[in-house]
């Protein structure tokens, strides 16, 4: 990922863009022109995709003899999640 440089005014009405930029691993630069105002790390942790999970669940099951025990509605709450997404398209600022 790499470093996304912005300006302070800018910064300000896109901040929820910033965030989920910030969250998928870039790290923001905030300036005001002359010195730096803010600055956002990579975050440490990531996200894992659905077949990581899938390949941690069997892994748990294997070492330790049990099946993890999904919530009764869970498959009903992914199907909706990714029944109702909608593509992702931040602006750009570079």
Do not use: Y
């Not at 896109?14 to 005001?32: P, Q």
């Amino acid at each position: 990922m790499g470093v996304i440089h912005i300006p302070e005014a800018e910064a300000s009405r896109s901040l929820s863009a910033l965030m989920m930029r910030a969250w998928a691993g870039e790290e923001i630069v905030i300036d005001n022109g002359a010195i730096t105002v803010a600055l956002t790390p990579s975050p440490q942790s990531r996200r894992r995709s659905v077949s990581e999970c899938v390949a941690l669940a069997r892994k748990h099951e294997e070492t330790t003899g049990e099946a993890p025990v999904l919530d009764a509605d869970f498959a009903a709450d992914v199907e909706e999640i990714v029944r109702s997404r909608k593509p992702w398209n931040p602006p750009s600022w570079d």
